[in-house]
């Protein structure tokens, strides 16, 4: 669905990525880890068209980096931003109608768009409940559940969602995951950039490892989950002698 060849992406004279190369088959879940500041949002704005970049980034087979990040929206390629972004003074119903603007233009007439709207609640009973409700009263837990529901509302047919645990209990987490597993099943492929790379390998098929604007890793998530260099950069595991504090216990 997307194939993403030497990917050279700038703010002003500063080059943040520097050849990127990735793809992401149909139905699949691929994960984006990598520290702070490696360029995992660069990369997925820079795929939605709102950072300036060269290379090539084909979608369904059609080249898309020089369209306008609209009308990338309107094929069904749809991020989700890191922070949620929902709008706060409309309520949970609003704010998705607004995801409907953004994947298929003006339709907001009330009746419309309820087709979306019950597919959105079927997947997340609680917006259903809290339809009424303003954004801002909702739990992060909730508006992460609304952000994803926006954009499902546009009908994805490549979904990218920045940081989605970002800041959630741990439970409220393991929720939020069984329904992006449950909109990948569905047959949803999903690029997602998670800061949590052991739960971002454990739901996805594939993964690529971002180091300072470079991909520096890649593989099946469940051979990265094993591979020494990752455990130790990215799952806290300090897997040499020297660095492992247990070891040194025993030593002791
Ligand atoms: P985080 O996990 O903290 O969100 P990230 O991996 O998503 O980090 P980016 O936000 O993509 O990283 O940043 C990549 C690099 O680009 C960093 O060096 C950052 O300082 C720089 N950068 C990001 N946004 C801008 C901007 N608007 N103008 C200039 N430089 C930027």
Redesign the pocket.
């Known amino acids: 669905m997307l194939k993403i060849e030497n990917l050279v992406s700038h703010?002003?004279s500063?080059e943040?990525l520097h050849g990127i190369s990735l793809q992401v088959g149909k139905g699949e879940m691929v994960a984006l880890i990598?520290?702070?500041?490696?360029?995992?949002?660069?990369?997925l704005?820079s795929i939605s068209g709102t950072v300036t970049a060269r290379g090539s980034i084909e979608f369904a087979g059609k080249e898309i980096l020089r369209e306008k990040a609209a009308s990338i929206a309107r094929m069904g390629l749809l991020q989700v931003p890191?922070g949620r972004h929902v709008f706060p003074g409309l309520t949970v119903e609003e704010n998705l109608l607004v995801g409907t603007v953004a994947g298929k233009g003006l339709r907001l007439r009330p009746g419309d768009n309820s087709k979306e709207l019950e597919m959105v609640y079927e997947t997340f009973p609680r917006l259903k409940e809290r339809r009424q409700q303003l954004a801002w009263s909702m739990s992060g837990g909730e508006q992460q559940m609304l952000a994803i529901g926006r954009a499902l509302m546009g009908q994805p047919k490549l979904l990218m969602l920045?940081?989605p645990s970002m800041g959630l209990a741990p439970i409220v987490v393991e929720e939020l995951f069984e329904k992006i597993v449950e909109i990948n099943q569905s047959g949803v492929p999903i690029l997602m950039?998670e800061?949590n790379a052991r739960l971002a390998l454990k739901v996805s098929n594939r993964a690529y490892i971002?180091e300072r604007?470079r991909i520096t890793a890649e593989g099946a998530s469940a051979d990265l989950l094993q591979d020494p260099k990752v455990l130790e950069a990215y799952l806290g595991k300090m897997v040499s002698g020297k660095k492992d504090s247990s070891k040194r216990e025993e030593k002791r």
Do not use: P
């Not at 990598?34 to 990369?43: D, P």
């Open positions: 703010y002003g500063i943040a990598g520290a702070n500041g490696a360029g995992k949002t660069t990369l704005n890191e920045d940081e950039v800061q971002l604007g």
